[in-house]
């Protein structure tokens, strides 16, 4: 594979005042036609082969476009093609980061993830799809090499995770991928392996010895992906877990997992992420007054999930629009 080389060209980032409104979209997973039926219901239209708006809003993507779905090639043109346009920015998901890892070797013939039957499971769809398309897969590989891991636009903030001012702060360099930074990113318990876990795959609590409890697949897990923008002290593991499980424990979170909870501040700016697979009911829902998930599982018979921001601070649940397969 030849070696990628990174461009940042057309993002934002920052803290001016942003005078932008954004409609930000959380994970797809290949689902194209759903994408572009929540596009249509927010006022985009198709004019040119590009989505746009007519009053000039934009979009700002949250990562995870490929694995699962059955559009993913669609999709990535899609996504690709508005933020090409200057219609919209996209942010990495860990899919996209698991992506770049599968398809790079290591200098001793193997991969940076290895392709076990897990890995390469997850991965599947988007290796059948673009089974004869390699040159357009490769292509899409060097654009997901541009994108960064988090968005500061001032007046709102974008991750596919989780938001950890002490990421942010420590290398804000490190905001996209280079080649050496991928293969140092590769290597557990580096630096540089924890600065990409945290904002792509969020901040996780060990159970107590003995404690498990069943996700939203039915795997038995000893481990939870914690809410991290609330102050964890004073919480039990139940009261802690993203997304909600009625088999999580209600055993007092220690304070030494209560220290490792990012938290986020009521007067900081929104932020938007994806990631969690939130359980869809069809009722919109804010995790906190400046704090959005937007991922309500699409892959998994929910809702594809767009907030349509005007540049408040605090955030209205009401704003949230979904579109669901078969609408």
């Not at 139940?238 to 007092?252: A, R, Y």
Request: proline share 7%.
């Amino acid at each position: 594979m030849k070696e990628r080389k990174t461009n940042n060209a057309g993002l934002v980032a920052g803290n001016e005042t942003n005078h932008q409104p954004y409609d930000i979209i959380g994970d797809i997973h290949g689902y194209a036609d759903v994408l572009e039926r929540l596009l249509r219901k927010l006022g985009y239209e198709k004019p040119n082969g590009v989505w746009r708006h007519p009053e000039g809003r934009k979009v700002i993507f949250l990562g995870d476009f490929i694995d699962r779905g059955p559009s993913i090639p669609r999709t990535l043109r899609t996504v690709k093609g508005m933020a090409d346009a200057g219609e919209a920015l996209a942010i990495m998901g860990n899919h996209e980061y698991n992506a770049l890892l599968y398809h790079t070797p290591t200098k001793n013939g193997g991969w940076l993830r290895r392709r076990v039957p897990k890995n390469v499971n997850q991965h599947a769809a988007t290796l059948a799809q673009f089974w004869n398309h390699r040159e357009e897969w490769e292509g899409y590989l060097d654009w997901f090499a541009t994108l960064p891991l988090w968005l500061d636009l001032g007046d709102l903030r974008a991750v596919h995770a989780t938001w950890d001012d002490r990421v942010v702060s420590a290398n804000p360099g490190w905001r996209i991928l280079d080649r050496d930074f991928l293969h140092r990113s590769a290597v557990k318990k580096s630096a540089e392996y924890e600065h990409c876990e945290i904002p792509l795959k969020g901040v996780e609590a060990d159970l107590p010895p003995g404690h498990v409890f069943t996700d939203h697949g039915g795997n038995e897990r000893d481990r939870i992906r914690m809410k991290w923008w609330v102050d964890a002290r004073g919480m039990t593991y139940h009261e802690l877990s993203l997304p909600e499980s009625d088999t999580v424990p209600h055993l007092p979170v220690p304070e030494s997992v209560s220290a490792t909870c990012p938290q986020y501040a009521a007067d900081a700016p929104p932020v938007f992420f994806g990631h969690y697979w939130m359980p869809f009911d069809g009722e919109p829902r804010l995790m906190a007054p400046n704090v959005a998930c937007l991922d309500f599982g699409i892959a998994k018979d929910g809702a594809l999930t767009a907030y349509r921001w005007d540049g408040e601070q605090t955030l209205d649940a009401a704003k949230m629009v979904f579109a669901r397969e078969g609408e």
